[in-house]
């Protein structure tokens, strides 16, 4: 096997295609030298050698010091130096270079091949003793951190000490003189820590450079990086080695790092910076403050130090030149490093750039206008989880944080308000006008119209897809869930963390997007939705084929989500209606009821009012398919569940405490999510669904009548596990369109099918679609059915169960393909079987999280259901899948 690939001086063994061989270092170094860049001669040793390596007890095959050898040779002839010449020494850096970057978590040494003599020859040649001597101590230096694991600090110190004797502040004021009494101090140290000399043969030194560069893939805080970032041990690192250039040379040399683009907004610009004397450690290190690039961007900034346009005009161009060559090479913005010696510009590094989600959006967009790429790979250069970031308000960057404390990042933006502890004086307080967020240790279905009127919410307690969560984002509103440290004592009107206190009314912030929860009020700003952003979604819609639809239940919701782009409702929740204050006494009293008939009495209240909210729905989302899920949760949610509660429900609905007290207690459940709910409602009170259906097509039939545009009703029956359930579920249903037709003199479109929540329901949808014209995969329900994991409870123990890598990330988040997805594909295999023109779609959470919706493409779903917010994203992510 070949392990040693050249690059430099018309050679290029390896290109941009090989990252997983040469790292994504040494693979743009071949790339970049291919082009005909100035790139220093090198050769890069594989990741396959790093693999190797540490199957055979961390040696070197004899094979490998051949081609190193020759690798070396190649820089000598390009370079015309040679390696360990006392006259003319090669100096040569050793880089590791994984596939994907790891920011400062593996090791360099730079400067290596120098010794005793060599250091005089390279002052020769360099006609500079001061350049030479600091060279060397920086090798030693480096060296002895990297390769002998000698305590730095002992380093620094013996520094510190050489300035102080002499009254230097800065490293710039050390002379020749000195720098070389401090390496004699330095090789002392090394006797001292070692009870060695320092490696004066530079073979000696190269090797056990290059075996520490592949030892520190293993370093302890190599692991750790790459089990935070999802990277497999056994990808390895190769290791570069490659001539010295140096932008320490003296006031025409110098060394800076570039984007091709502002990262941070995307405008087309060079952006990025550079020093003058350096080299490129002390860039990032922060001891000297860089100058910027360009004239303009100095000038922007009100900055003194000239730039290198205006410092550097003929180098400035050279570079500028590159810029652009590497931007139309790769097709995408670069971040680069250069260096310049004695006005000679070498390229050392480029790669793709880091952005925020507004540059990679107007990136794209731009790239696709300037004919770089198309507008399919526009489409495809945009993170669909990022748009999240633009869709609302953001907290300023610029601006102060006091955090208080820090929970889950539930649902993003950030909102500022008052803090409440109850959902109704939330809704007075937004009545008045009053920003509030409303602060509960968990939300239920009753704190809805508080959720509705705060500009965020925050809760000590649940998940990410606790009710908080899902509501939260469901409405668009940010949400902090979680937030563990947080002890809320509603009833004194304050909550505290640790010694620190906040009271009911005082001003916080939530940030949304990284769980923050700050004391007063940080500025925010507002989203751009038009320009890039509709160019793009206008290109992704282009290429998708999956419908994308949304999970609303207020004209509100429906509107936002037809604004985004929403093709159709795919999930509307009735319970969430029940909660409306002017009709909960009347459900309250259906729940109350004895019989049939006070149940009916109360249903008949019920019906104008479903009807009401089906009318302003269906106006908004006249033509379009309307999936709305008949009542799906347990009675009892409907009940009071505190003392104080019970006497003023009892009083509204006219039955005595005792009565109601007694009828919770009956009514109460082991385990409700399994309990009597969904369709098991529908089978043991059918005229509730009755009364639904009727409210249904009664709306549908008004509004068909007034705007001659119907909507296409889809009835959903939840929580089916056989055909039988449905069955008799749908024949309630028909019969009330029927009855609805007959009085009003016509018939709309409509559908009835089911939910597919629970493993029974899938693996018998064969027989299920007799019955079913449509099937919703509730996979909410159905991760939590198929999973045994209750999805109020996950939140205690799923976080470890991912960090242990048991699933690979949150199954309520983002869909076990593996387990439920199988679910989803046998279901769909059975119900097509049986009705091929059946419909399907995704109305879990799941439906608005691209991993998720591409495969849902890949299982031929007609469509996919999100909450408002997320109906841009599904509709980018939709079409990434089918590109
Ligand atoms: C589901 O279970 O996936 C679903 C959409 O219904 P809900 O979240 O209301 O139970
Ligand atoms: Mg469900």
Not at 207 to 231: C, M, P, Q
Not at 346 to 370: F, H, P, S, V, Y
Not at 375 to 395: K, S
Not at 656 to 667: F, Y
């Amino acid at each position: 096997t070949k392990y040693v690939y050249r690059f430099g001086g018309g050679i290029s063994e390896g290109g941009s295609g090989d990252k997983n061989l040469l790292g994504g270092k040494g693979a743009n170094l071949a790339e970049m030298a291919s082009i005909g860049l100035p790139v220093p001669p090198g050769f890069t040793i594989s990741t396959e050698m790093c693999t190797r390596y540490y199957e055979e007890g961390e040696t070197f095959p004899d094979s490998l010091r051949q081609e190193v050898a020759d690798g070396v040779a190649h820089i000598e002839k390009i370079t015309g130096k040679t390696f360990g010449d006392p006259s003319d020494p090669l100096l040569v850096s050793v880089r590791s270079g994984a596939r994907v970057s790891m920011p400062g978590m593996m090791d360099t040494v730079l400067n290596l091949g120098l010794n005793d003599e060599t250091v005089e020859g390279l002052a020769k040649k360099a006609d500079d003793e001061r350049f030479a001597w600091d060279s060397y101590r920086r090798f030693i230096q480096m060296y002895c951190d990297v390769v002998l694991g000698l305590d730095h600090g002992r380093f620094e110190e013996a520094l510190e000490i050489a300035k102080e004797d002499r009254g230097y502040n800065l490293d710039t004021e050390m002379t020749a003189k000195d720098w070389r009494a401090l390496v004699d101090e330095y090789k002392e140290l090394v006797k001292e820590m070692w009870e060695k000399p320092f490696p004066q043969d530079v073979n000696d030194q190269l090797w056990t450079a290059i075996g520490a560069v592949f030892g520190s893939w293993n370093a302890e805080r190599a692991k750790v990086y790459r089990r935070l970032n999802d990277i497999p041990g056994d990808w390895g690192t190769a290791v570069n080695v490659q001539a010295m250039v140096f932008g320490n040379m003296g006031e025409t040399s110098a060394t800076g790092v570039a984007f091709t683009r502002d990262p941070s907004t995307g405008e087309k610009g060079y952006y990025g910076e550079f020093l003058i004397n350096a080299q490129g450690e002390d860039v990032v290190a922060g001891i000297r403050t860089p100058q910027y690039l360009t004239k303009a961007a100095r000038a922007k900034a009100g900055a003194k130090p000239l730039s290198m346009e205006e410092a550097m005009p003929a180098t400035y161009a050279e570079l500028a030149e590159v810029f652009a060559k590497l931007e139309n090479h790769y097709r995408d913005m670069q971040d680069i490093e250069f260096t310049v010696e004695r006005e000679h510009l070498w390229m050392l590094q480029t790669r793709t750039g880091k952005r925020t989600a507004k540059a990679a959006l107007k990136i794209a967009i731009d790239m696709a206008g300037e004919g770089l790429i198309s507008q399919d790979e526009a489409v495809l250069r945009v993170d669909p989880a990022a748009l999240d970031q633009l869709l609302h308000p953001t907290l300023d960057p610029e601006a102060h944080r006091d955090v208080l404390t820090k929970g889950l990042p539930a649902s993003p933006g950030a909102a500022s308000g008052k803090v409440v502890f109850d959902a109704d004086t939330a809704e007075k307080a937004a009545a008045n006008g009053e920003a509030v967020i409303l602060v509960r240790i968990e939300t239920s279905p009753e704190d809805i119209h508080g959720m509705h009127a705060a500009k965020g919410i925050l809760t000590a307690r649940g998940g990410m897809t606790s009710h908080a969560a899902v509501v939260a984002r469901g409405m668009g509103r940010p949400c902090v869930s979680g937030a563990g440290t947080l002890s809320i004592k509603a009833k004194e009107g304050v909550m505290r963390v640790g010694s620190r206190e906040v009271k009911e009314g005082d001003i916080i912030t939530i940030d949304g997007a990284t769980g923050e929860v700050m004391v007063g009020a940080v500025p925010t700003v507002q989203p751009e939705l038009a320009g890039d952003f509709g160019t793009l979604m206008e290109w992704a819609d282009k290429g998708r084929r999956l419908k994308v639809r949304t999970n609303a239940e207020t004209p509100t919701d429906c509107q936002t989500a037809r604004d985004f782009g929403a093709e159709g409702i795919g999930l509307c929740r009735t319970e969430h209606m029940f909660f409306d204050a002017g009709r909960i006494t009347a459900v309250r009293q259906m729940i109350l009821a004895e019989d049939e008939a006070e149940r009916r009495a109360a249903l008949d209240k019920l019906l104008p009012e479903q009807r009401g909210d089906f009318t302003q729905i269906f106006e908004v989302m006249a033509g379009l398919p309307c999936t709305i899920r008949l009542l799906d949760p347990p009675l009892h949610e409907f009940l009071p569940h505190e003392d104080g509660e019970f006497s003023e429900v009892a009083k509204a609905t006219g039955v005595d405490v005792e009565t109601l007290k007694r009828r919770a207690g009956e009514l109460h459940e082991f385990n409700p999510m399994l309990g009597h709910r969904g369709c098991r409602l529908g089978v043991t009170y059918p005229e509730i669904y009755e009364m639904q259906a009727r409210a249904i097509f009664e709306a549908a039939c008004d509004v068909a009548d007034k705007s001659g545009e119907a909507p296409i009703p889809e009835v959903m029956i939840p929580l089916v596990a056989t055909k039988k359930e449905l069955d008799l579920m749908k024949a309630v249903v028909v019969a009330a369109a029927k009855a609805v037709f007959e009085e009003r003199g016509r018939t709309i479109d409509y559908l009835v099918g089911t939910m597919i929540e629970l493993p029974r329901a899938a693996l018998m949808a064969g027989k299920i679609a007799e019955t079913a014209e449509f099937f919703s995969f509730g996979t909410n329900d159905l991760t939590q059915t198929a999973l045994g994991v209750s999805r109020d409870d996950a939140g205690r123990f799923l976080s470890t169960y991912v960090e242990k890598g048991i699933y690979p990330r949150d199954p309520f988040v983002s869909l076990d393909v593996e387990g439920v997805g199988e679910l989803i594909e046998i279901a769909a295999e059975r119900g097509r079987a049986t009705r091929p023109d059946i419909k399907l779609g995704i109305c879990g959470e799941h439906g608005g999280d691209p991993a998720s919706i591409a495969f849902c493409e890949k299982t031929g779903l007609n469509y996919v259901s999100a909450s408002p917010y997320r109906v841009p994203i599904a509709r980018l992510a939709a079409a990434q899948a089918a590109l």
